[in-house]
């Protein structure tokens, strides 16, 4: 279906990084202009904090804020954000962690493996488990990357490190390498400017504003891309049909027959072929047949696709 471009939205993370700037900014003018400055900021946002607040108990009392209305709260990045800031986050971090992971499980199966939330402790440690054949095989560290870039930057902010388990450290009763939350960001961070594992990670504006439902075709790179939002969830894949071989020109997405609501599957406009993007692309008039996923990071701001580095800029 065709999308309309959407008009560009405020870079509400640039405008909390200018803030920081004038805070040290404020520095030169010595420890009390500092300070007044903090103390100026702090006091705006508990003021819009306790007004947040407020406007949550009045729509509760209104009997308003149903189920609906708090998925949608959470589902938007720049409204959650700010939920976040106040403590005013309608899903614990345990709910918000798993949804994180959820979202990236296609890709994950692509390659047939799983990540299990095995706990959040109190300090902030989130402990994981690789599951199938992710655990030991060269992709592993991208696929962990995609579920804690998600879980940490995206979701839970407050989480301060990740702990992975395999199947080998079960067996030989050790708990599994423990990964600093910072040093994970700055091998992402370069990552992206340098590839991992053959890879290279392109920021693609025109998935920032992409609505539930839409289907959009895309170049990342020199790859050709296909991407599709369902819900709150972005899915890449290869812009080639795996039953006969064309891009997705005018491909739609529709629900499978008796589906539920997140039910997603993208229909070739030429040979009419089915495809559930929730389970990596699998196709559903045709065994063994299946699309090419792409990893694809998103941090409410920006959103980032990974591509062989071979057809990267």
Do not use: N
């Not at 392109?202 to 050709?224: D, F, H, K, N, Q």
């Not at 290869?238 to 008796?258: I, K, Q, S, V, Y």
């Amino acid at each position: 279906m065709a999308q309309e471009e959407s008009p560009a939205a405020p870079d509400w993370r640039a405008t909390g990084d200018r803030i920081d700037t004038l805070i040290a900014a404020s520095g030169s003018g010595g420890a009390v202009a500092r300070e007044r400055s903090e103390e100026l900021v702090r006091l705006v946002a508990d003021f819009y904090g306790a007004g947040l607040e407020r406007l949550l108990d009045l729509v509760h009392e209104q009997g308003r804020l149903d189920d609906d209305v708090l998925a949608a709260l959470a589902g938007d990045d720049l409204v959650a954000s700010v939920l976040l800031v106040h403590g005013l986050h309608p899903y614990g971090v345990e709910t918000r962690v798993e949804q994180a992971l959820e979202s990236v499980r296609p890709y994950l199966g692509s390659h047939g493996g799983d990540v299990e939330l095995l706990a959040v402790t109190d300090d902030g440690t989130v402990r994981l488990r690789l599951l199938g054949s992710c655990d030991g095989c060269p992709s592993s560290s991208v696929t962990l990357k995609l579920a804690v870039q998600g879980a940490v930057e995206a979701a839970a902010p407050e989480i301060t490190s990740i702990e992975v388990e395999t199947a080998a450290d079960e067996d030989a009763g050790a708990a599994g390498p423990l990964v600093p939350v910072d040093s994970l960001f700055a091998r992402l961070h370069a990552d992206a400017a340098a590839g991992d594992d053959g890879a290279s990670w392109e920021v693609v504006p025109e998935l920032s504003g992409l609505e539930s439902g839409a289907v959009i075709r895309v170049e990342v790179g020199r790859m050709p891309v296909v991407v599709c939002r369902v819900g709150a969830d972005l899915l890449a894949f290869e812009d080639r049909c795996a039953r006969c071989e064309r891009p997705f020109e005018g491909a739609t997405l529709t629900r499978r027959l008796g589906g539920g609501p997140g039910d997603a599957i993208l229909r070739c406009a030429v040979c009419r072929a089915h495809y559930d993007v929730r389970r990596a692309g699998v196709c559903l008039d045709e065994d063994g047949v299946h699309l090419a996923p792409l990893p694809l990071l998103s941090d409410g701001a920006t959103v980032s696709v990974s591509v062989p580095a071979a057809v990267a800029p």
